[in-house]
């Protein structure tokens, strides 16, 4: 949509796919001196900490997407802070000692979650219909499934993937038994 989005990362795996990706990578205090808008996800704390709140412009806004309401330093936040006011529902106002204000989403939390009424219905019903498959699943296999997690068979994604395009009106294309074969040898090609 026209955003201008910058990666920090701490991984150099990360960093590189991200920057091969065509996205900007910097430190997070480098970031903090231009952002407008930061979003964690990365289930680690203190990930905007105090150093990045006294580079913020004013009017930064600020969330966490990733674990619980640790990743933002909100007790150094609120040292920092001469006045903290409410200013609509999830939306926090920060005004620091300099009066630059930034403003904090969801009080830390998980903003999907805290500031929402829930995940729209045409998100559910693929978690549901995941669930659903997955339980039949084990009941049907569970005489040769060991006691442990397993993820989401590749299958059960698929069929649900396929049945919410067609729910869609999305039509894709199918492999011939060509492209099949092809795909799974090694004896066409360099």
């Known amino acids: 949509m026209g955003a201008r989005v910058i990666v920090t990362e701490v991984d150099p795996l990360r ?17 903090a001196r231009i952002g407008d808008i930061f979003v964690t996800a990365t289930g680690d704390i203190d990930v905007i900490y ?24 909100i007790n ?4 920092m802070a001469k ?4 200013i609509r529902d999830f939306v926090e106002e920060y005004t620091l000692r300099n009066g630059r204000r930034i403003y904090l989403l969801g009080e830390g939390r998980l903003i999907n979650l805290a500031a929402a009424e829930g995940h729209p ?10 669930q659903a498959l997955c339980a039949e699943y084990m009941a049907k296999n569970h005489r040769k499934l060991e006691k442990k997690v397993y993820s989401v068979p590749e299958k059960i994604d698929k069929e649900i993937a396929r049945l919410k395009l067609r729910s869609m009106g999305i039509s894709i294309d199918v492999l011939t ?3 099949k074969k092809y795909l799974s040898s090694w004896q066409e090609g360099t």
């Open 83 to 86: 006045s903290k006011r409410l």
């Open 177 to 179: 038994p060509a492209q």
């Open 50 to 73: 105090k150093d990045c709140f006294r580079l913020m412009k004013d009017g930064a806004i600020f969330c966490n997407s990733g674990h619980f309401n640790v990743e933002i330093s």
């Open 121 to 130: 219905s045409a998100v559910m019903d693929m978690s549901f219909a995941n």
């Open 76 to 79: 150094e936040l609120q040292k």
């Open 15 to 31: 960093a590189l796919e991200a920057t091969m990706d065509g996205f900007e990578v910097l430190t997070m205090k480098d970031a």
